[in-house]
């Protein structure tokens, strides 16, 4: 078929693979002059299937998808006409034993998940993601292709319900069990090529499609730093996290995938299906209402306080009457004169009890009545500047504001007999 034109405007000239469901030949778009990928329908092959994807990739525009230029027939065969990707594929540049270079590997990871992110942003599953779909162009940008598999959202797939789809080598657990495919399904086979570019080695390998099937259903991955100690960590943490079992515990679409690449979205330490202990949240107390204070308790409060405050100084006088220490206050003197007049009383002596006890007394209320006269008269004015003039006349015996306590004079003794 080389050389052939198709629709009268491609002219193949080399083919570039051939499959049950299709055969991929490199082209020349004549009206426009550019090279293209034109694939066209394997003779057996289901046209529904091909005509899907020819939707799918239509539906999307993205510098990291495949683009769709043209579709048509010819001679009863179906063809789409597609970008051509002169870097060839991911699988290509795969060694079995050597990782990737890493700084290549964060890369092109970046650019499938930014191609992931816009289709599924459009309700789009890939549902085959393998190195041998990702391809490059002459710059080296990769590009998600071959979306022969591609499910859109609320349409109805293409094969019966518990049909396996996908690559054994990259399916996801619910893939493997028939169960349909979500944009989780597309994150987790973009997690076992980032293993493979990490470490060289897929994290699950057996000689038939079906055995591998199912150690994606029931076995945990080898840890992926165990495979390779200086892997880089976060690129690790997204691989693991991308390979959980449950598809919820996965980060959720390519969006996702883009903020994990990016540091913008923290990734678990133990994704691949390990349930960490839930935060629980306590509820919140409702507040106890606030009692009201009345002014009735405060004012018993006040009248107690005053009770006890009375009782007290009524012992205290009741004490100094009894004659147990009595003492009368007496204000500070004011000069020498008056120091030498101010006294204080002293009990009474065994003679003369009832006398001194009555006097005591007597001396005590007086005195209580001074201090009180005392503290509330203002105070003296202050002394004038001018010298006074000398006084002939003797100073008085005791300053004028101070009350001094009468002296007790013991009765004389009895004449004797």
């Known amino acids: 078929m080389a050389h052939e034109l198709v629709a009268s405007r491609y002219r193949l000239d080399e083919r570039l693979g051939a499959g049950g469901m299709a055969e991929v030949w490199a082209a020349d778009d004549l009206e426009l002059g550019r090279r293209v990928a034109l694939k066209l329908l394997g003779r057996d092959a ?17 510098p990291n ?3 769709l230029y043209d579709y048509g027939e010819e001679d009863g065969r179906p063809f789409m006409v597609l970008e051509y990707l002169a870097g060839g594929t991911l699988e290509d540049r795969l060694v079995a034993g050597d990782p990737y270079p890493d700084d ?21 599953v890939h549902r085959d993601l393998k190195p041998a ?43 493997a069990q028939g169960l349909p495919a979500t944009p989780a399904s597309d994150v987790y086979s973009f997690g076992v090529i980032l293993y493979r570019m990490l470490t060289g080695r897929l994290p699950f390998e057996a000689e038939s499609p079906i055995e591998l099937a199912t150690m994606h259903v029931n076995e945990q991955p080898p840890p992926l730093l165990d495979a390779r100690s200086d892997a880089p960590p976060a690129l690790a943490g997204v691989a693991e996290a991308s390979l959980a079992k449950d598809p919820d515990a996965r980060p959720p679409d390519g969006a996702a995938l883009v903020d994990a690449l990016a540091g913008e979205t923290p990734i678990a330490s133990a994704p691949t299906g390990v349930i960490t202990d839930p935060t629980l949240v306590m509820p919140r107390r409702p507040a106890r209402p606030r009692r009201r204070v009345t002014a009735l308790p ?18 205290f006088a009741t004490r100094s009457s009894d004659g147990s220490q009595p003492t009368a206050t007496i204000a500070p003197p004011r000069s020498s004169s008056r120091s030498q007049t101010t006294r204080t009383t002293s009990p009474a002596t065994s ?4 006398k001194s006890t009555t006097e005591a007394t007597t001396s005590v209320t007086a005195t209580h009545t001074t201090t009180q006269a005392t503290t509330a008269a203002p105070p003296p004015p202050p002394p004038s500047t001018a010298s ?4 002939t006349a003797s100073p008085p015996t005791t300053a004028p504001t101070t009350d ?13 007999p």
């Open 351 to 354: 003679e003369s009890t009832a």
């Open 46 to 62: 289901d046209p529904a299937r091909f005509e899907r994807e020819a939707q799918a990739v239509a539906a999307v525009a993205h």
């Open 404 to 416: 001094t306590l009468p002296t007790t004079t013991p009765p004389p003794p009895p004449p004797p």
């Open 104 to 124: 290549e590997t964060e890369r092109i990871a970046g650019e499938v998940a930014a191609g992931l992110a816009h289709a599924h942003d459009r309700g789009l």
């Open 388 to 391: 006074p003039p000398p006084s």
């Open 298 to 315: 405060l004012i018993i409060l006040a009248v107690i306080v005053l009770a006890a405050a009375g009782i007290v100084l009524a012992v």
């Open 133 to 175: 779909n990702i391809l490059f162009d002459s710059e080296g940008r990769a590009k998600i292709a071959d979306f022969g598999l591609a499910r859109m959202g609320g349409a109805g797939t293409l094969t019966e319900t518990g049909t396996l789809l996908g690559t054994a080598a990259y399916i996801s657990p619910e893939q």
């Open 65 to 67: 998808i495949c683009q």
